[in-house]
T-cell receptor, first 109, second 113 residues
């Protein structure tokens, strides 16, 4: 089955700085790559996603890039704010959806 | 719409007991799945279903059974609970295959003593 690796496991940035989280996947048949944000005690919620026929997607301060050849994709958050503090998960889908282990992002005011 | 609902929210079991975690969705989603979340290990797929009458194993299926008799419901059964099954369990659903946003339920926190 699919194997998704995510780095780093923890990330601390100053408010206003950028944050980058990287993921790799193993199954070349994977064609959908979502990113979820999970606040403490809450359920995961989708923040952005990208499909295999697209290289980059932006939504305000959030962007995702995909390199299918290298089998890796990244989440970029610009102008970070304290409310961006949460755990972020990447995922990859072929027959099912597999998640990375998560990145705990802390934005210091 | 209620979205994805799960019951119970909390449960404490003794080793060897059985129980069923309930999951229901009212969005007419064909794809449903169960994940467990443990600290530092992300969300691990237990079982999934692409439609009524069809289920398949994920990456950590041992000790769990599922069935999908209707589009709306996807219960997860623990046949003989073990302390290693202490975790937070999330049910999720999406439109058609898992190539679309998965909507998660609020989760069930299970403790096995």
């Amino acid at each position: 089955g699919e194997n998704v690796e995510q780095h780093p496991s923890t990330l601390s940035v100053q408010e206003g700085d950028s944050a980058v989280i990287k993921c790799t996947y193993s199954d070349s048949a994977s064609n959908y790559f979502p990113w979820y944000k999970q606040e403490l005690g809450k359920r995961p919620q989708l923040i952005i996603d990208i499909r295999s026929n697209v290289g980059e997607k932006k939504d305000q301060r959030i962007a995702v890039t995909l390199n299918k050849t290298a089998k890796h994709f990244s989440l970029h958050i610009t102008e970070t704010q304290p409310e961006d503090s949460a755990v972020y998960f990447c995922a990859a889908s072929s027959n099912d959806m597999r998640f990375g282990a998560g990145t705990r992002l802390t934005v210091k005011p | 719409n209620a979205g994805v609902t799960q019951t119970p929210k909390f449960q404490v079991l003794k080793t060897g007991q059985s129980m069923t975690l309930q999951c229901a969705q009212d969005m007419n989603h064909e794809y449903m799945s169960w994940y467990r979340q443990d600290p530092g290990m992300g969300l691990r797929l237990i079982h999934y279903s692409v439609g009524a009458g069809i289920t398949d194993q994920g990456e950590v299926p041992n000790g769990y059974n599922v069935s999908r008799s209707t589009t709306e419901d996807f219960p997860l059964r623990l046949l003989s609970a073990a302390p290693s099954q202490t975790s937070v369990y999330f049910c999720a659903s999406s439109y058609q295959a898992p190539y679309n946003e998965q909507f998660f339920g609020p989760g069930t926190r299970l403790t096995v003593l």
